[in-house]
Every structure is written in C-alpha cells, then in structure tokens.
C-alpha cells in the first residue's frame, strides 16, 4: 500500500491504538470513581441529615399538636430548629399532617401546603423519604421524616440542604486523579513510541521493498510473507461492511417508502373495485368509468415506483430532472381526482379555488409526487373539514397553497418535518400509515426546483402549506 504520510504508518497507527486503548480504559476508571466517590459522599450526607432529623422529630413530636395554640410550644420548636439549622447548615421546617408549614427555621413559608413534594407524600405515610434536587447551578438534599406519635403521623420534620460542598470537594478529588491520568498518558505515550518503532521497523522495511515492485500483477512473496496481504484484507473488508451497510439502508428505506407510497393509490383502486362489486345494477358507463379510473392508478403506481428509485439517485447524487411545460392547473386536478374517492370516503372535502391559470417548466411526474405527498398527508391528518388548494402567481415566483382543518402540528415539531424519518407523533403515525418519508421527499424534490416549502399549523385548527418555486415560463431552464 502506498503510504503518502508518516501519520499513516503503522507505527503511527499502533502508536494511536495504544494511547486510545488508555484513553477508554482511564475515562472508564475515573467515571467509576467519580460516581462512587459521588454516591458514597452523598450517602454519608443524607444518612447523617436523616440521623439529625429523626432527632429533631423526637425532640418536637410532643408539641406539635400544640404549635399553633401554644406559645410556649412554639417558641420552644422555634428555638429548637434554629439551633440546629445553624449546627447543620440546613433549612428545617415542621409541617403538619395535612402538608402546612407550621414553623419554619427561615421564618418565610409559615402556613405555606408543600405536600406536592414527593417526600412529604411519603412522609405523610410514614415512610422517611429523602431526594436530590439542582436549583441552576446549586445541589440541594430534601429530607423528610415522619412525626410519629402511637404510631400516628402527627406531623413532618422536613429538611433542605445545600449539598454543593459534597461536589466541590469530588470535583477537588477529580482533578487530582485527572492530573495523574494526564502525566500517565504523557508517561505511556512515550514508552509506546519506543514499542511502535521496535514493532513497525521490520513492516516498515517490508513495505519500502514492496514500493520498489509495486504495480505487479503477480502474488508478491518476500521471505514467504505475502506482501501489504493484512491492509489489503481490511480494507476488502471495510469496503465489503460499508458496501453492506449501504444495502441494508437502502432496503430498509425502499420497503419504507413502498409502504408509504403505494397505499393511497392501492386504496383508491379498492374504493372502485370495492364500489363495482357491491353494484348489483350499473349501467356498462359506469362499469367503463371505474375501469378507467382503475386503469389511471395502476399507471400511477408505476410513475410512484419509478419515484422511489429518486431516493438512490439522491444518495448517489445522480438526479436528473426532465423539465417541460406543464399546467399546474391540470396537474392539481389530476391530483385532486386520484385523491378523491380517498377524501369521499372519510367525508372531506377536496376542493381547488382555480381562480387564475398558470403554466411553469416543472419535472411534471416528481412535482405531482410532491402534491400527492402533501395533499394526502392533509386528508390523513383531517377527521372533519376538508382541504383546498389554490393557485397564485407573480413575474418571479409561483405559489400552490394547501390548507386542511385538520388536527394540526405543534409549533416545536415544525422545524425537523422534512428530515427523514421524522414523525410528530410516533403512534399516531404509525396509525394512519405514515413512515415520515412524504415530506422529506417534497422538500428534496422542491429544493432540486430551487424552491421551497413553508409550512403554517395551529393545532386543532389545521395546517396550511405553501409550496413556492421559481416562474419559469420559458424554455431556458
């Protein structure tokens, strides 16, 4: 193999295997010390506060009954929990059995109902409970303790701490171990360029021989040893898994994208056929009518697979677009008669407000599969209304606008609908058929028109979509 730089070499390589074989195995030695020193600390922290809040409990569980009636009572709590809010740095309060702060060591949230907290919940049942919460950059500890008294809950002793220290001294810790990892990749470094250069020297000198005869056909042998034979093998062998890998996505994509694209025609058709057999008594027009109409999909179904070959042409950067003259104005209600019997049969209305004419040099099979696309997944996504389609124009630009009242798209979801794959709603996609190709396909098929697609959308209240592409009415496109 010819080697055009030192930093391809396989000392080089064995050098880089080295340093990132301890590169893993330290990143995984001080994460496992990180999340142990972390959870051992932390630990430790939680069990002393739950020690000095069962403590606390004890001391005030013969007077919380009296708190709010007796002064005594409750300058005695007060004073209590101060004192020890000072001693262990933490914020105690004492709530009664319905969740109410009844005293509280900062003197803020008197008579304030925390009992949406988890740990109250579980406190109020007699279970001590205790959780870690981050407040922007800050950790703190929620602790709570049931008041007990004849084995009734009586009250809560609840207690937050601010637990940045236990981090801080972890993050002090880490960066020792950090420092010393660092010096023992330097360390290693070095003693691996010596190994990689001791190793590499006899391969090295094998292939500078190799260079000198290299363009033979024949099998080259030096010393038996079969020339560059491990690189050829891995790079037959990289070339063979990517070759794979391109196959598999490309039989995923087009099982996918035939799922997704031949269901509406097939649709259609078993709507006519279906509509024939339960005739008992049609006039032959009618019989001719729907054999046309059928005759019409089956030509579709062709044109839809001659379009899904556009997605390998996309991947191999081979599209080629064949523009003509073509009447939106047809086209859209060539497209709107395919999609009807769709339409009719969930009760929508599909209808083209044509109030001006226009004609553009457009690819007229893969800008109708861009029609299809959108206007079926409006009728999909549409339970009452329907959709309409209309047609606008200016000297620069065309605009078909689309709109439904349908069930919307949220607003964060309208970004990422014409990356491929993508599905608003995983479950709900999958109901109606999607495999969230449609638009992915549009927006690649109007952009190679140097177009593009903008996309409006209130949930509940439909969705409207304006396809704009360039007025090119003359040939010279």
């Known amino acids: 193999m010819q080697i055009s730089s030192k930093f391809y070499s396989i000392k080089w390589k064995l050098l880089s295997t080295y340093l990132t074989l301890l590169l893993i195995i330290l990143f995984i030695i001080n994460m496992f010390l990180y999340v142990t020193f972390l959870n051992k600390n932390i630990n430790e922290r939680i069990e002393f506060l739950k020690v000095q809040s069962n403590v606390i409990a004890n ?16 300058n005695y709590v007060n004073t209590l929990i101060k004192k020890y809010s000072i001693s262990i740095n933490s914020r105690i309060m004492i709530l009664d059995s319905y969740g109410y702060i009844l005293v509280d060591s900062n ?99 094998l292939n500078k021989s190799v260079k000198k005869i290299y363009g033979q056909n024949d099998i080259i042998q030096i010393n038996n040893i079969k020339i560059d034979e491990i690189t050829q093998l891995t790079n037959s062998f990289t070339l063979l898994t990517t070759k794979l890998q391109q196959i598999e996505k490309r039989r ?32 032959e027009s009618l019989y001719k009518e729907f054999m046309k109409d059928t005759n019409s999909e089956l030509h579709r179904l062709s044109r839809i697979i001659d ?18 003259l073509t009447s ?11 999609l009807k019997p769709i339409a009719d049969s969930d009760n929508l209305y599909l209808n083209f407000e044509e109030n001006i004419k226009v004609q553009t040099f457009i690819d007229r099979s893969k800008f109708q599969r861009v029609l299809i696309n ?32 349908g069930i919307g798209i949220p607003e964060k979801d309208i ?25 992915s396909i549009a927006g690649e098929i109007i952009e190679l028109h140097k177009g593009k697609i903008e996309i409006n959308s209130k949930i509940n209240f439909g969705t409207q979509i304006n396809i704009i592409i360039p007025n090119k009415n003359m040939a010279g496109v």
């Open 328 to 338: 939106l104005n047809f086209l859209i209600r060539e497209v709107i008669s395919s």
């Open 107 to 205: 003197d803020i949230d008197i008579n304030k109902n925390i009992i949406r907290l988890n740990e109250v919940k579980s406190a109020l049942n007699g279970i001590e409970a205790s959780n870690i919460y981050s407040f922007k950059e800050s950790k703190f500890a929620y602790i709570a303790s049931p008041i007990l008294k004849n084995n009734n809950v009586t009250g809560i002793l609840f207690m937050s701490t601010n637990i940045d220290d236990v981090y801080d001294n972890i993050y002090s810790t880490m960066s020792i171990i950090l420092f010393i990892s660092l010096l023992s990749i330097i360390f290693t470094g070095l003693i691996s360029i010596i190994f990689a250069d001791f190793i590499s020297k006899p391969i090295v000198s």
């Open 252 to 283: 995923k994509k087009f099982v996918s994208n035939v799922s997704h694209e031949l269901r509406t025609p097939i649709t259609s058709m078993i709507i006519l056929s279906d509509t024939i057999i339960n005739c008992e008594k049609c006039d």
């Open 374 to 405: 959108i206007i079926g997944n409006s009728i999909k996504y549409t339970e009452n209304g329907g959709i309409t389609i209309s047609l606008s124009s200016t000297t620069e630009t065309i605009k078909i606008t689309i709109q439904d009242t």
């Open 307 to 324: 379009d899904l070959l556009y997605l390998v042409d996309i991947e191999k950067d081979e599209i080629s677009f064949k523009y003509e």
């Open 415 to 439: 970004p990422f609908l014409f990356d491929r794959f993508y599905r608003v709603d995983e479950s709900r996609a999958t109901n109606r058929g999607s495999t969230g190709l449609g638009l």
């Open 59 to 74: 001391q005030s569980d013969s007077y919380i009954n009296t708190l709010q009636v007796n002064e005594y009572s409750n």
